[in-house]
């Protein structure tokens, strides 16, 4: 067993010493003992010691992606990209990620996308999405993604392309999100995702 590359241990603020594995997306508290140790492994990469572990942690740190055999970060990668890659070719599914706005009320100082720039979606690239989905063969089986910029000052072009796909024939979302820094989360948009069953709210 070897400890995962895809993994990190810092203190917290309030002094818990934590383990945070990327791969699993999932944090665990650990005892000063067996966090020195996997600190001490990571940052050394000398063997991990699992002598020090009992039952119960060792099943944790293997379930959580803290530690597994030589070749599960590899095994890792390769069914990442498998499913990249069935995904991206599955033509029963469409999976769409639309920029109503590339405009944003923030200007944050961590983010990537300098000199943006106000432009939003015109209704005639609203016109030619729609009849990209209407020719798809994944088109009863979408899940959109809104993204930006802040796509919540288009609401108004988010609102038009989900009334559209809403009278389409044989057109059916399943799924859809919206990555947004939540200031204009108001009650007219809070109405229209309801309307359409919006899903997960992710916050920049």
């Not at 039952?55 to 530690?67: A, K």
């Not at 390769?78 to 599955?90: L, M």
């Not at 389409?168 to 229209?192: C, M, P, R, W």
């Amino acid at each position: 067993m070897v400890l995962s590359r895809y993994c990190y241990f810092f203190t917290s603020s309030t002094g818990v010493n934590l383990g945070y594995s990327s791969r699993t997306n999932s944090f665990i508290e650990l005892t000063p003992h067996v966090f020195n140790h996997l600190k001490d492994v990571s940052q050394s990469k000398t063997p991990l010691n699992l002598a020090i572990l009992d039952e119960e942690s060792s099943n944790i740190l293997t379930s959580q992606g803290f530690i597994g055999s030589v070749t599960s970060d590899e095994d890792f990668i390769h069914e990442s990209q498998f499913i990249t890659q069935a995904v991206q070719h599955n033509k029963s599914k469409l999976n769409l990620v639309l920029v109503p706005s590339l405009n944003c009320n923030f200007a944050c100082p961590y983010c990537f996308e300098t000199d943006k720039r106000a432009r939003y979606m015109t209704p005639s690239v609203v016109e030619k999405l729609i009849s990209f989905i209407r020719d798809n063969e994944g088109k009863s089986n979408i899940d959109l993604k809104w993204d930006g910029g802040e796509p919540l000052m288009s609401l108004s072009v988010i609102n038009s392309i989900l009334d559209r796909l809403n009278i389409e024939k044989d057109v059916k979302i399943q799924k859809h999100s919206i990555i947004t820094n939540g200031y204009l989360f108001n009650e007219e948009a809070i109405s229209l995702f309801k309307k359409y069953y919006c899903c997960p709210i992710k916050l920049k």
